[in-house]
């Protein structure tokens, strides 16, 4: 032992010579004198930083001698940056005063931008909602919480777990769905299922209004939904986490959730999983509705590496849904839900569903099961003043729809579609002010079907390839900024042969030579799809508080595949879909102008849109020349695609108080009004008003909300607040009616209460925070005109006066999060 001790002593004397060759930086974070918890002050170079207390004061430890740029942020306040020059063993002291900022002006976005710019510089319409808003917004899944945040976003639901974002009444493959950059794709056309990610690992979503064709090509025609991952501030060689539970109490809905974050030297990681299982959701008029219970899991690893090169991110996702098919068939009489049991039965001879099996967590046998796989980098290389941005991921979707109930291990429908993105983007050199970017992006992708009953879609190539040019200048208080695009997309496919399957008495796939006796279900289509696409815009700061903005953009989409190539039964959505190969794509031109004003005691936000679109696709429920509906699968409905001429217009209004001399209390209000008319003028001459609108179109919505948030801590509760949230929905007269694709929607009004806090220790680190929200408090009974459930109905009356399925009846929600 003696003969090592030099050797231990010279460590340690390196050790404690190493440390005291570092510095310190400490201070107090304040704002009007008040110390401002939980704000963050970060050393970005270094990788390193502190998070106020309770008293506003902060440490950081073991700083390299050098000189550093401070960073200082807090939601609701001006950030600041701040250089200071460390020397070895020194203590710097701070006193940081930070200037409130009611204004999101400068809130910074990545999305439909080349570079992150601030909401202030962009004329696209783009809204940003923040984790803590979603926790806020207690939701079964996150489109529904960021449709209660931002007008003009709705959401086509089946359900409380299936919500397919709608963006001033356009949706499906018009609204582009993003993964920290990555286009989310998993046969998004269909109805019947969401969005395929981890509601609880979001840091914030932001959302363009608005063709973004510019930047991301087909499919993003109505706008773009980003999701951003939560990669943490992280101290140097700290392992830091969250978990958290949520339970709903009208479906049982429990929801768990394992973050984990590490960063040491020059990388972060992050991983987290989640599980939720929720069995039928209930109402007052239907009870428990059966087939609407699921079971999720969600599992992700974030890895991120910053060096003076730049930085490179990767990210793996996976996501594992079971979720029940309901199909509506009831007893004539009770109006009790019913099961079927026998693959060829009658509506009125099935069973009653018992009421042990309604509340149930367990999966009834026909269900649909859909797994999403995702492996994506992110890099960034600085070339001098200028930056190379690369994308490249993998995606694979797999979706299986069990609708056999006496071989319930048959999978009626079994797709797997694969599909590769990527994006190069140079980001030139500033020259006089103008930043320019050049890029191109696309997909290859490949579907299916493997050993299935149905066939709704062939087996399908697409290759997809743009390339954009985009420029931003400014001249003073005005901001100009635009750029055009042209996309090319290649779908093809061989014939698709479909004959009967010995071995159980159904269909399948028959491939060549072994054709005999077998029918043509998909003659080879092979067609190339071409668009030009562009924006044009500027902003005009009338002052650092109010602005205008204005926009004209030529969106673009090709059609999709069921548009173009469906001809069977999706046994999820009880549809049989019939395309149409000789659709053109679709082109919309859109004006939008907005008016912000970000007033120390009130915001003001307007914005108008009006959008023109040629060749707009959507479908309609198939009649015969008798007035009868076709019926090719007995049990499911027809449709066929249309197409015409459109015309979409509206506006969302919002105005927020937040008095300066009552600082605790806020009042939000906002409006959305959307009309969708269809310009089909031999339709409208022959059907009159039922073919004057489109489908799925969102009626008026009117949201208020009274929130108060506590300035300071009361004991060991801080962040304190109480909310009382109205939302008034009109009646929707202006729907579809065409062989009643769609009919009249009542308008109804809810009640939504909600409160949270944090929970402190005498240390002032945050134990808990807490989020509790009863919504429909008064237990409303009404049905949503964009609710998928609503058309599922057998009878043309019933004993109650009421048909179809209503929405959720009242819903108490709590969750809680717990950092370590």
Same mark, same amino acid.
């Given at each position: 032992?003696?003969?090592?001790?030099?050797?231990?002593?010279?460590?340690? &004397?390196?050790?404690?010579?190493?440390?005291?060759?570092?510095?310190?930086?400490?201070?107090?974070?304040?704002?009007?004198?008040?110390?401002?918890?939980?704000?963050?002050?970060?050393?970005?170079?270094?990788?390193?930083?502190?998070?106020?207390?309770?008293?506003?004061?902060?440490?950081?430890?073991?700083?390299?001698?050098?000189?550093?740029?401070?960073?200082?942020?807090?939601?609701?306040?001006?950030?600041?940056?701040?250089?200071?020059?460390?020397?070895?063993?020194?203590?710097?002291?701070?006193?940081?005063?930070?200037?409130?900022?009611?204004?999101?002006?400068?809130?910074?976005?990545?999305?439909?931008?080349?570079?992150?710019?601030?909401?202030?510089?962009?004329? !696209? @319409?783009?809204?940003?909602?923040?984790?803590?808003?979603?926790?806020?917004?207690?939701?079964?899944?996150?489109?529904?919480?960021?449709?209660?945040?931002?007008?003009?976003?709705?959401?086509?639901?089946?359900?409380?777990?299936?919500?397919?974002?709608?963006?001033?009444?356009?949706?499906?493959?018009?609204?582009?769905?993003?993964?920290?950059?990555?286009?989310?794709?998993?046969?998004?056309?269909?109805?019947?299922?969401?969005?395929?990610?981890?509601?609880?690992? &979001?840091?914030?979503?932001?959302?363009?209004?608005? @063709?973004?064709?510019?930047?991301?090509?087909?499919?993003?025609?109505?706008?773009?939904?980003?999701?951003?991952?939560?990669?943490?501030?992280?101290?140097?060689?700290?392992?830091?986490?969250?978990?958290?539970?949520?339970?709903?109490? $009208?479906?049982?809905?429990?929801?768990?959730? %394992?973050?984990?974050? =590490?960063?040491?030297?020059? *990388?972060?990681?992050?991983?987290?999983?989640?599980?939720?299982?929720?069995?039928?959701?209930?109402?007052?008029?239907?009870?428990?509705?059966?087939?609407?219970?699921?079971?999720?899991?969600?599992?992700?690893?974030?890895?991120?590496?910053?060096?003076?090169?730049?930085?490179?991110? *990767?990210?793996?996702?996976?996501?594992?849904?079971?979720?029940?098919?309901?199909?509506?068939?009831?007893?004539?009489?009770?109006?009790?839900?019913?099961?079927?049991?026998?693959?060829?039965?009658?509506?009125?001879?099935?069973?009653?569903?018992?009421?042990?099996?309604?509340?149930?967590?367990? &999966?009834?046998?026909?269900?649909?099961?859909?797994?999403?796989?995702?492996?994506?980098?992110?890099?960034?290389?600085?070339?001098?003043?200028?930056?190379?941005?690369?994308?490249?991921?993998?995606?694979?979707?797999?979706?299986?729809?069990?609708?056999?109930?006496?071989?319930?291990?048959?999978?009626?429908?079994?797709?797997?579609? $694969?599909?590769?993105?990527?994006?190069?983007?140079?980001?030139?050199?500033?020259?006089?002010?103008?930043?320019?970017?050049?890029?191109?992006?696309?997909?290859?992708?490949?579907?299916?079907?493997?050993?299935?009953?149905?066939?709704?879609?062939?087996?399908?190539?697409?290759?997809?390839?743009?390339?954009?040019?985009?420029?931003?200048?400014?001249?003073?208080?005005?901001?100009?900024?635009?750029?055009?695009?042209?996309?090319?997309?290649?779908?093809?496919?061989?014939?698709?042969?479909?004959?009967?399957?010995?071995?159980?008495?159904?269909?399948?796939?028959?491939?060549?030579?072994?054709?005999?006796?077998?029918?043509?279900?998909?003659?080879?289509?092979?067609?190339?799809?071409?668009? &030009?696409?562009?924006?044009?815009?500027?902003?005009?700061?009338?002052?650092?508080?109010?602005?205008?903005?204005?926009?004209?953009?030529?969106?673009?989409?090709?059609?999709?595949?069921?548009? !173009?190539?469906?001809?069977?039964?999706?046994?999820?959505?009880? !549809?049989?879909?019939?395309?149409?190969?000789?659709?053109?794509?679709?082109?919309?031109?859109?004006?939008?102008?907005?008016?912000?004003? =970000?007033?120390?005691?009130?915001?003001?936000?307007?914005?108008?849109?009006?959008?023109?679109?040629?060749?707009?696709?959507?479908?309609?429920?198939? =009649?015969?020349?008798?007035?009868?509906?076709?019926?090719?699968?007995?049990?499911?409905?027809?449709?066929?695609?249309?197409?015409?001429?459109?015309?979409?217009?509206?506006?969302?209004?919002?105005?927020?108080?937040? @008095?300066?001399?009552?600082? *605790?209390?806020?009042?939000?209000?906002?409006?959305?009004?959307?009309?969708?008319? $269809?310009?089909?003028?031999?339709?409208?001459?022959?059907?009159?008003?039922?073919?004057?609108?489109?489908?799925?179109?969102?009626?008026?919505?009117?949201?208020?909300?009274?929130?108060?948030?506590?300035?300071?801590?009361? #004991?060991?509760?801080?962040?304190?607040?109480?909310?009382?949230?109205?939302?008034?929905?009109?009646?929707?007269?202006?729907?579809?009616?065409?062989?009643?694709?769609?009919?009249?929607?009542?308008?109804?009004?809810?009640?939504?209460?909600?409160? #949270?806090?944090?929970?402190?220790?005498?240390?002032?680190?945050?134990?808990?925070?807490?989020? %509790?929200?009863?919504?429909?408090?008064?237990?409303?009974?009404?049905?949503?005109?964009?609710?998928?459930?609503?058309?599922?109905?057998? =009878?043309?009356?019933?004993?109650?006066?009421? %048909?179809?399925?209503?929405?959720?009846?009242?819903?108490?929600?709590?969750?809680?999060?717990?950092?370590?």
């Amino acid at each position: 032992m003696m003969k090592h001790l030099p050797t231990l002593l010279l460590a340690v &004397i390196l050790a404690l010579s190493a440390r005291a060759q570092q510095g310190i930086i400490k201070g107090k974070v304040s704002a009007s004198g008040k110390p401002i918890q939980f704000a963050n002050v970060a050393v970005p170079a270094l990788k390193t930083g502190a998070v106020a207390d309770q008293q506003g004061n902060f440490v950081i430890s073991h700083v390299r001698p050098g000189n550093w740029e401070i960073k200082v942020s807090m939601v609701g306040y001006q950030p600041i940056s701040l250089k200071r020059t460390v020397s070895a063993g020194q203590t710097i002291s701070l006193d940081i005063s930070l200037e409130e900022d009611l204004s999101k002006l400068n809130e910074v976005v990545v999305t439909g931008v080349s570079r992150a710019t601030a909401v202030r510089k962009n004329p !696209i @319409p783009i809204a940003v909602i923040s984790k803590r808003e979603m926790n806020m917004n207690v939701n079964n899944n996150i489109i529904d919480a960021i449709v209660k945040g931002i007008p003009g976003v709705s959401a086509v639901t089946t359900g409380p777990n299936i919500s397919k974002p709608f963006i001033r009444g356009l949706g499906y493959n018009r609204v582009l769905t993003l993964f920290d950059g990555v286009r989310q794709e998993g046969q998004q056309w269909g109805d019947e299922h969401g969005i395929e990610i981890d509601q609880y690992g &979001i840091a914030r979503a932001e959302v363009i209004k608005g @063709p973004a064709s510019l930047t991301y090509g087909s499919d993003a025609l109505a706008g773009v939904i980003n999701m951003i991952p939560d990669i943490p501030e992280l101290e140097g060689g700290k392992l830091k986490g969250s978990f958290l539970t949520d339970y709903h109490s $009208n479906n049982g809905m429990i929801g768990s959730s %394992l973050g984990l974050a =590490y960063n040491r030297n020059d *990388w972060k990681y992050v991983l987290r999983g989640t599980l939720k299982a929720a069995h039928n959701y209930r109402n007052k008029v239907d009870g428990y509705v059966y087939g609407t219970a699921y079971r999720e899991y969600n599992l992700t690893a974030l890895a991120r590496v910053d060096k003076a090169w730049g930085h490179s991110q *990767w990210g793996a996702t996976l996501y594992d849904n079971t979720q029940e098919i309901p199909d509506g068939s009831r007893d004539s009489l009770t109006r009790k839900f019913t099961r079927q049991i026998n693959e060829t039965d009658s509506i009125k001879n099935r069973p009653i569903v018992p009421d042990n099996e309604l509340r149930t967590y367990n &999966i009834n046998p026909l269900h649909q099961r859909i797994q999403h796989y995702r492996l994506y980098n992110h890099t960034k290389w600085l070339l001098g003043k200028g930056d190379i941005t690369t994308t490249i991921g993998i995606q694979r979707s797999v979706r299986r729809e069990y609708n056999h109930p006496e071989m319930p291990a048959q999978p009626g429908l079994y797709v797997v579609l $694969n599909t590769l993105n990527y994006d190069v983007r140079y980001n030139l050199p500033t020259l006089n002010g103008l930043e320019t970017t050049i890029g191109v992006n696309g997909m290859y992708q490949n579907n299916k079907s493997k050993k299935a009953t149905d066939f709704p879609i062939p087996d399908y190539h697409l290759l997809d390839i743009g390339g954009f040019l985009f420029a931003k200048k400014s001249f003073g208080k005005l901001d100009i900024s635009g750029g055009i695009r042209y996309d090319s997309r290649h779908i093809h496919w061989n014939d698709f042969y479909v004959g009967q399957n010995k071995e159980n008495g159904f269909e399948k796939k028959v491939n060549l030579p072994d054709t005999v006796g077998a029918r043509l279900q998909f003659p080879v289509f092979r067609h190339n799809y071409t668009g &030009i696409s562009g924006s044009l815009g500027f902003t005009y700061n009338l002052s650092e508080r109010v602005l205008v903005k204005a926009n004209i953009a030529r969106g673009y989409r090709a059609p999709n595949i069921t548009e !173009i190539g469906s001809n069977g039964l999706d046994p999820g959505a009880h !549809i049989v879909y019939l395309g149409n190969r000789g659709f053109k794509p679709e082109f919309s031109l859109q004006e939008d102008i907005g008016f912000l004003a =970000y007033l120390k005691d009130l915001d003001i936000s307007v914005e108008l849109f009006n959008n023109n679109i040629e060749n707009y696709i959507y479908q309609a429920r198939l =009649y015969d020349d008798n007035g009868d509906p076709v019926v090719i699968v007995p049990g499911n409905a027809t449709y066929r695609y249309q197409q015409s001429m459109a015309r979409l217009y509206g506006a969302e209004v919002s105005v927020n108080l937040h @008095p300066r001399i009552v600082p *605790w209390l806020a009042l939000n209000n906002s409006v959305a009004y959307t009309e969708g008319l $269809n310009r089909n003028n031999e339709l409208i001459s022959k059907y009159g008003k039922a073919a004057k609108y489109l489908p799925f179109i969102p009626p008026m919505h009117i949201r208020s909300e009274l929130k108060a948030t506590a300035q300071r801590n009361f #004991g060991a509760f801080s962040k304190v607040y109480g909310r009382l949230e109205v939302d008034h929905f009109a009646g929707q007269s202006h729907f579809y009616g065409v062989d009643d694709t769609e009919t009249y929607t009542a308008g109804y009004t809810l009640f939504n209460i909600g409160a #949270g806090a944090g929970i402190v220790n005498r240390k002032g680190r945050t134990v808990c925070e807490l989020f %509790l929200q009863l919504d429909n408090v008064f237990d409303v009974a009404y049905q949503a005109n964009m609710n998928r459930l609503k058309y599922f109905e057998y =009878y043309s009356a019933s004993p109650n006066g009421r %048909l179809g399925i209503y929405n959720m009846g009242r819903n108490f929600s709590a969750k809680v999060v717990v950092p370590f």
